[in-house]
């Protein structure tokens, strides 16, 4: 008898031309870089018993009736090997062609793009008896770290869909459309940690040992009243994107007072606008991914102040060094990644 492994499998993506629309097998051949787990958005059915309606059900509910359905799932361990994911939970991405190299762009969007996801297990006969497909998907949250001695990796904290297809001839989410999938596996080393650089407040650090960086994209899921064929029953009919929300941490060995200064200026500031914080990942001779929070020269007052430091505890350790674990609310943010790949999927 067959069996379902845990190695078997592949998963792909591709950028939706228009959301909520499906893309077909031919367009899913990105894979999410490199990765071991995935908690997959299959249905979640909110079930709602009743009690009360029957003598003989007494402590036990009577009947139950189906509600809202959500397919939420995430990605948690990617290591990147390049740029191409980055702009998903954060907006759009341009190129351009300066010399052997091109030049990645990513800047924010008020609206994402939807994405299409799917993936694929295969048995111990070779066979393929489940294949699952979501769509109208959208990037709710993510998070970038790294930490010494490893690599920078991502991590889709939530991607929220609006349907689903499979393979399972005669069920309710069957689509003829669902064929095995063909991903195209990039070939390049992932970025390692150890090649970066941090700059806070105009100070490049040497001695960063962490960086962690998330957004939030607040995304709602709405039920509205509506005739589309595109969106089964009890389904959300899309997601709405809301206040967009940072958050940054790090750990430095100090080696002034430089951050100390900037955290105790905070109350006594007459021009607060914060500071710039730009964090550069280096692979090989030319290819690099560099965090940028804000996109331009901090400002005081809305819409261009800075990051600003909500913690940075200087503490008595026994250790060689003492580190400073930083707390940073950051505004905005600009990603640019240069490498050698020409067109990243779903730019524009």
Known sequence: MSTIRGESWKMAYAVEGIYKTAELTAALVNPFGIFQTAT????AIDIQPF???STTSVRNWFTAYRGRVTLEGSIPDIMITNGQLLHLPIGTCTTTHPDAYYTHTIAETNV????TIQATYADTADATPLMRRWYGGKVGGATWSANEGGFLTMSLDRISFVGLYTNLTGETYYSADVADITPVYVTTEPYLFSYGTLQLVGTPFARVRSFRLSVDNGLEAKYYVYDDANIPVRHPYE?????????MSCVVDIEDASLYKELIRYGTYTDFKGFQAIMTFTRGTGDTITFTTPPSAAAAGGDSMGCLIS????NIVGD??????????????????????SVYEGQE
């Open 239 to 247: 997601h709405i994107e809301g206040r967009r929300r940072y958050s």
């Open 311 to 314: 913690r940075a505890p200087h």
């Open 320 to 341: 060689p060094l003492v580190s400073v674990g930083l707390e940073i609310l950051p505004r905005s943010l600009k990603i640019v990644s240069v490498d050698a790949v």
């Open 40 to 43: 997959l958005p299959d249905p």
């Open 51 to 53: 009690w009360g309606h």
């Open 112 to 115: 994402l793009k939807g994405i």
